[in-house]
């Protein structure tokens, strides 16, 4: 009655348990053993606790993990008398182990305090993934342990108890190393040869559905720990050959041993699998031929692995492959389609032994090109490497009249529609330019065809990354195959950046042209490069204001120039850029900034000192000085190699300067002086961190705020000499979380944030004392809001907004890299439930945690599942002003596809029959066509 009552009201339920549990765990402890439903039901109804009231269950759940730890092998009527068990003993065990299947009791109902105290466990495992290392040291032995369980139907529960554990292990660890001995992957590592030990017994049984659950816990352990069973591997062997080949093997046992062995050899270094070839290579291809495709596809891909086993690569062999070609070679050449037979065309080219082609290459490449035109992405994208390796192996044989129609196939995929398709399509054209420069008519259909659409391309603001590399790529093949002269492609660039009638180029557009136009120019070779040098400096000395989008683009183009070559010979090239602040336009003044520290980067004795007498005589320049500044000490520590041509004279002054601006009223400013402060910190944080340190005391809360962002800046995710400095400190610099000032609250909010996502270990240990103070930033403060009197008008103003956005971006980054120190339960009410109904810029990133914690901790979403639908049910419903402009009413659609989202993530766990409210909101959504289209539309993302 109570476990039923507790489903039903859920986290309602939880004011009663102080009265409810320890009643519950007295029935179990005190019942004779013959009242096992009443021990059941007990456990079910602490089960039903664990998941619906995960926040007011705390006090108890020690008490309850050690009572179903106790049941969990509860078995009154059975006395397991079997020895551990030793290679010489493997007969022996069989024995044992069908004598315990043979045993049965009608009048037995012990197996359902098990199986009840199995869920139990299950219950805790997955709302309490704070418990991770305590599970693994107290309930992940005895879990093991009853792999041995004689009900089969209990035994599926402790696999899937076991599951739950390994599957919370990896969301909680992601991104995660073994960090130290009370990590639960470094845990699990101990218990990995028990586990396996444990499993192989469960392989020797009869019964099938014993066998799958096995392979299901080694395919779940395999994925959480890769590379785990390097020394466990050969015991398993026999169990996948008995899987593979008994006649009474069933469909799903074979895919499930197949799944494994797959993910096994993919994991797993070759050389692991060379003693066991002959063994596994035999059942792997016979199931190549299997009647269910399922198993048949399951086979090839493991056979995919299985050849990269027996070849790891060609310099050396480990071990003789000769034997197992022909038979791996028939298998599939009786399953192989005609597309999988031109796609396996890349591994010929690519391999080394040079195999000749010259009898069907003019085909292939013809087929090939026409899958270009295919809807098929995957498709397109394989051809395109395919016909990459083709050119370079075999480019001489394929004609002129080829490569024209690949060409004209190529030009059609270049557009920002596809950023990744079209840098594999640039990087095909780079290869036929390379290696076909002397043919006429490529250099022909790579200025007709190609080049246009590079031209295009290079306009969009979406342009970066791969693609944009590519495109430089593209240009300097272009200049060097002398097809085009290099004042065309110089032209064409330039006049590619001067506004349309649509308007102006945005800012990564104009970023994109200029350092296409620097990487032409450096293959064009130094007298090009130096006279475009010259005719941007002309285009600088020129007083016209009419030319300001030309001066833009000619300082773009010499701080590109600038990062890639020393530009010193060039005489008053600093003089005239640095003139360029006095001009009108703010975007010039800021690619004046961008183009100095760029041109300081190529000669810093010369330039830097420059910079620094700059900004101490220049005050109404200091802004931009400082930015230059940024330009190089960021290229600086870019690499992070703790090599620097920042000398310490230099650092000295550059901190001297940066620390008399910290107190400085502009944001701006101080933002640019934490960001050079944190990159200098990741050059000499010897010198940084103390400094920094001894700031975090200072009277003026902008100095304080200032040393907190500092902190985010200097915290990357690459390893570095800071971090065992930074390990020691970064408490000082967190714990201004709690200042009196929200600017450095909100400053050591990002710092934290910045740590989760880069290097959650930095803050493993603080949390404990952090999170409380997060939460506390996640609250609307009445005394941050104003009201400013605008005459006729009032505006209220909430300065607390930004901070509260930053803690619960923070809390969500979090959720991602330090599960296991976060409580769900203690953070979702009150402090989500506030900011689901809080302004737009901080409901966005609750229902993203809320998405995220559906998926994650589904119980401590479910416990309190009422209380989310109401503010969920507000942000759909709500409807901008009549007088609302297009930006209002947009950020209004996006905030009900936002809760739309969340609410389809809640709806994936629990099905609308779990909460009434929740039922009736799916009915409302249902019922109003425009909300039907956007869940319909967010469902399928």
Sequence with gaps: MIGALSRSVGYRFGPHLAEAVPLLINYCTSASENDEELREYSLQALESFMLRCPRDISPYCEGILNLALEYVSYDPNFTDSMEEDTDDEVQDEEEDDESADEYTDDEDASWKVRRASAKCLSAIIASRPQMLSKMYQEACPKLVDRFRER???????????FIELLRQTGNVTKGQGDIDESSPRWLLKQEVPKVVKSINRQLREKSIKTKVGAFSVLKELVVVLPDCLADQFGSLVPGIEKALNDKSSTSNLKIEALAFTRIVMASHSPSVFHPYIQALSGPILSAIGDRYYKVTAEALRVCGELVRVLRPNFEERTIDFRPYIIPIYKAILARLANQDQDQAFAVIANSPLRIDLSCVLDHVVSELTAFLRKANRALRQATLGTLNSLVVTYGSQIGSSSYETILAELSTLISDGDLHMAALALELCCTIMVDRRSVKNVGLAVKQKVLPEALTLIRSALLQGQALQALQKFFAALVQSANISFETLLNSLISTAKPSQSGGLSKQALFSIAQCVAVLCLAAGDQKCASTIEMLKGILNDDSSTNSAKQHMALLCLGEIG??????????IENIVIESFQSPFEEIKSAASYALGNIAVGNLSKYLPFILDQIDNQQKKQYLLLHSLKEVIARQSVDHTGQSELQDSNIVKILALLFNHCESEEEGVRNVVAECLGKIALIEPNKLIPALKERTTSPAANTRATVAIAIKYSIVERTGKIDAILYSEISTFLMLIKDSDRHVRRAAVLALSTAAHNKPSLIKGLL???????????????????TVDLGPFKHVVDDGLELRKAAFECVDTLLDNCLDQVNPSSFIVPFLLSGLGDHYDVKMPCHLILSKLADKCPSAVLAVLDSLVEPLEKTIGHKPKSDAVK???????????????????VNRISGSDYSMKLKNLMSKITATPSLAEKYNSVRSE
């Design 563 to 572: 990062r890639r070559k020393d530009l010193s010979s060039h005489i008053q």
């Design 151 to 161: 009900e089969e139907n209990v035994k599926m529960d402790i696999f899937n108890t």
């Design 887 to 905: 930006q209002e009413i947009d950020r209004n659609e996006d905030m009900i596809r936002s809760a739309l989202r969340a609410i389809a993530a």
């Design 768 to 786: 404990p004392e952090l999170l409380p103070l997060l939460y506390d930033q996640t609250v609307v403060k009445q005394e941050l809001i104003r």
